[in-house]
């Protein structure tokens, strides 16, 4: 990168001033890691201190049948295929039930398109959750699945909505966005809801008072412009409404042990290669300097693995999400290596070792308890790794 534009962005970002999109695609033509870490660690500073979030949660995936058969994705299934299921409503609540002992504090609800399931099933779904377990957060439903209820219901999605809110749900997830631009898009989603339905949706959920998250699906065909234009439809939306609380950037998965019925649903894969960590840690970076109305940004450690996700949050992350107990929808895909559950005694240590504060929040981000910081004579103060 030329010097002088170095430090013309330099000063905007201690300036607190706007990058424009040609800023974004700049930041991503540069090799300086270091650099761009150290710049995305002030912002993360500047808005969260030495905090680092998480949460205790579960997720459930009730069923993974679905209509579509997206390029990335090796958890859908279609009707009668081996591995294909649907959980009856009482198994969906005993699983949340397992975890009641642990002081759970949301569940986290994503399913296929399900081609028969009747709309009725997803209140009554979450209604028996919620009563089973009222102390618990229901984030439920990415905007295209709201988008195929109202296909199957015949309600638009404003009746949808305050009929899910009124069996409890307190905030859909932010999936189903992968890569806005259509240049992509139309290479890699084999369903029916693209940017304009998708930021319908979220405006809905925000005029409703519901906060929202919003990901960005990356590491596969994609080029960085794409990545920048995503990002910043998000902050115009974000600039309109306010209710996006975190912006989640997801690692794009290789399809490794989905052979069991001599399959290999991930289409993609031939052609493109996983992100490597420190294109993980440039997206983190530049998307933190960039989504500057988005008080945080999230690295899924199940999607990064444990150490990149350490790293992530030296990079512009402040969000290391839960404990997760079973993801199938990366599990069914990726074997390098992630989890399927960190206890809280986990989360709590990680953070701390990559020299940070951590603070157990609910789906809100509202503070739950805070936890004392790494030992002062171990560790100094947290700063962006140089490497």
């Known amino acids: 990168m030329d010097v002088g534009l170095k430090r013309e962005l330099e000063a905007k970002v201690h300036a607190g001033e706007r990058l424009t999109r040609e800023d974004g695609i700049a930041l991503y033509e540069s090799d300086d890691l270091a650099w761009l870490g150290g710049l995305a660690h002030e912002v993360r500073t500047r808005k969260n201190g030495d905090v680092v979030h998480f949460n205790v949660n ?3 995936n009730m069923t993974n049948v679905c209509t579509a058969s997206c390029a990335y994705c090796s958890f859908q299934r279609k009707p009668g295929e081996k591995d294909a299921y ?14 009641e002992n642990e002081n759970l504090t949301e569940l986290h609800i994503v399913n296929g398109l399900h081609p028969t399931l009747p709309w009725r099933y997803y209140p009554r779904s979450l209604k028996a959750l919620k009563e089973a377990l009222p102390q618990v957060s229901l984030k439920a439903f990415t905007a295209t699945e709201i988008h195929h209820f109202e296909t199957i219901s015949g309600l638009s999605a404003s009746e949808i909505l305050d ?6 749900l307190e905030s859909l997830t932010g999936g189903g966005a992968e890569i806005f631009d259509w240049e992509i898009r139309q290479h890699i989603v084999d369903h029916a809801t693209h940017w304009e339905d998708w930021s319908r949706i979220h405006r809905l959920a925000h005029e409703k008072g519901l906060k929202t998250p919003s990901t960005m699906l990356y590491g596969h065909i994609e080029e960085p412009r794409h990545r920048v234009d995503h990002v910043l439809r998000l902050r115009e939306l974000q600039d309109e409404t306010g209710g996006f609380q975190v912006f989640i950037p997801l690692r794009y998965q290789h399809d490794f042990v989905d052979m069991k019925d001599g399959k290999v ?7 493109t290669t996983m992100a490597t960590g420190a294109e993980a840690l440039k997206v983190f970076a530049v998307s933190r300097l960039l989504f500057d109305n988005v008080p945080h940004v999230k690295c899924f450690w199940v999607m990064h693995g444990l150490h990149t996700t350490q790293l992530a ?3 512009g992350a402040d969000d290391m999400d839960g404990s997760v107990v079973e993801y199938k929808i990366t599990h069914d895909a990726d074997n390098y290596g992630t ?3 960190l206890t809280r005694d986990d989360l709590l240590e990680l953070i701390r070792d990559a020299g940070f504060r951590p603070v157990e929040r609910n789906t809100r981000y509202e503070a739950i308890r805070e936890y004392p910081g790494p030992d002062p004579e171990r560790r100094e103060s947290p700063q962006p790794m140089r490497l």
């Open 86 to 99: 649907t959980m009856r409503i009482e198994e969906a609540v005993r699983l949340a039930k397992a975890m």
């Open 265 to 271: 649903r991930n289409r993609l894969q031939a052609r």
């Open 163 to 168: 009929e899910l809110i009124d069996a409890g």
């Open 58 to 60: 579960r997720h459930l």
């Open 313 to 315: 949050l030296q990079h």
């Open 339 to 341: 989890p399927n559950k």
